[in-house]
Nanobody
Framework: QVQLVESGGGLVQAGGSLRLSCATS????????MTWYRHAPGQQRALVASITSDSTTNYGDSVKGRFTISRDNAKNTVILQMNRLEPEDTAVYYC?????????WGQGTPVTVAS
């Protein structure tokens, strides 16, 4: 059974930092492209950051220079380090694992940034 479990969300003041983790099981993690998405109330789901199996990264324009995605293939985990958080970063953050026709999602972790 495939599981993606996000953790690390919470309430933080603007300018602060949070570190999100997504622990996976049931997949051969090192082959998967891992992506963080976020979904804010009244908005469409948006790509935050992705990292491929060869650790090529891609970031949404609004988080470039503030967020960093990384992966630990030994721990089957992907990390999103979020710095200089802004109220506009408030959303539920979801972890996604994708490989060809495989597409798996976590349950999400909420992030609230207070101004």
């Amino acid at each position: 059974q495939v599981q993606l479990v996000e953790s690390g969300g919470g309430l933080v003041q603007a300018g602060g930092s949070l570190r999100l983790s997504c622990a996976t099981s049931g997949i051969i993690f090192r082959f998967y492209t891992m992506t963080w998405y976020r979904h804010a109330p009244g908005q469409q789901r948006a790509l935050v950051a992705s990292i491929t199996s060869d650790s090529t990264t891609n970031y949404g324009d609004s988080v470039k220079g503030r967020f960093t995605i990384s992966r630990d293939n030994a721990k089957n985990t992907v990390i999103l380090q979020m710095n200089r958080l802004e109220p506009e970063d408030t959303a539920v953050y979801y972890c996604n694992a994708r490989l060809e026709y495989d597409d798996y999602w976590g349950q999400g972790t909420p992030v609230t940034v207070a101004s």
